[in-house]
């Protein structure tokens, strides 16, 4: 399928297995482990998503890119042993169309095999190009309700991550994990050294709108993300002493990222009746950033 469209390719991204899309716009390399979007890349800007360089190899979750968190969020709802995030992220899709538009756009849809345990299917579309834009759509197979959770856990480069800010926030509630899912309100823009817990976030941010804009001076970029089909939006960045508990992130990688995910979990959670579906959407744009 993909060998007869120009700007796609089979090859390989930080020696992970890829398919390369190449626009008059963007770059991209998505890991069919997982339907795993492991790099995007705007003309005229570096990434805009970051990969750890030690991330660990397939059968273990790819750390970094676009993982896709489903048909749960974390370990919500689900027993201690359960694999974190879900098993959407560790199993191999398929690609099930693409497309080169006019322009040189170039669309995908993605599916991961059945899950014999899950009456729900789901698949993956991307447009690449301009932006990236991603729509992970769920349908229920069975004759009853059925619940999930849910993200697009993105990592988005940053030059410095203690001098980036996040808007679309201010006066928000969020439950924050480092203290205990405690509820909290947002004063002003999300910043890595917020006054009540500096240097860490794990956030949960409720009721959420759907814009929000990361400022990265030290880039000289705005990374712009806009979601549908949430009212979640969780912000995470494990700062320099809650890193070290990661074996598959180097000890500065939080300085080089924060992670904006769009998402359907806490309070959040999606019940779909008999044939019904959701959609959770994001768009990504990058800008060139003229004052701060």
């Known amino acids: 399928m993909t060998a007869t469209i120009p700007g796609l390719r089979f090859g390989e991204f930080q020696g992970l297995p890829a398919l390369l899309v190449s626009t008059p716009f963007s770059r991209a390399a998505i890991s069919l482990f997982g339907g795993h979007v492991l790099s995007w890349t705007p003309q005229g800007f570096d990434d805009v998503l970051w990969l750890s360089p030690i991330t660990k190899r397939p059968p273990d979750p790819i750390r970094g890119g676009i993982p896709v968190c489903w048909p749960y ?3 919500q709802g689900q027993p201690d042993d359960a694999p974190m995030h879900g098993f959407a992220r560790t199993a191999q899709w398929q690609v099930t169309h693409a497309q080169q538009n006019p322009d040189g756009e170039i669309v995908l849809a993605m599916a991961p095999p059945e899950f014999g345990e899950v009456p729900m299917n789901l698949m993956l579309t991307m447009r690449i190009g301009r932006a990236l834009e991603q729509a992970l759509t769920t349908v229920n197979l069975s004759q009853q309700t059925v619940r999930f959770t849910q993200a697009l856990h993105t990592y988005f480069r940053v030059g410095d991550a203690e001098r980036i800010r996040v808007t679309g926030l201010d006066g928000l509630t969020y439950a924050d994990k480092f203290d205990d899912f405690n509820e909290h309100r947002q004063s002003g823009d999300w910043q ?9 976030s794990d956030r949960i ?3 959420a709108g759907n814009r929000f ?4 001076p030290a880039a000289q970029r705005k990374i712009t993300l806009t979601t549908g089909g949430s009212k979640t939006l969780v912000v995470w960045n494990p700062g320099s002493e809650w890193i070290k508990t ?3 992130l180097p000890g500065d990688g939080w300085k080089q990222y924060v992670c904006l995910e769009a998402a359907n979990c806490g309070n959040d959670v999606i019940e779909l ?3 019904d579906s959701h959609v959770l959407q994001q768009t990504i744009t990058c800008s060139a950033l003229t004052n701060h």
């Open 205 to 207: 941010y409720m009721n």
């Open 273 to 275: 009746g008999t044939d």
């Open 246 to 248: 990661f074996a598959d």
């Open 213 to 216: 804009e990361l400022i990265d």
């Open 192 to 200: 890595l050294h917020g006054p009540r817990d500096p240097g860490r």
């Open 73 to 75: 969020f974390a370990k």
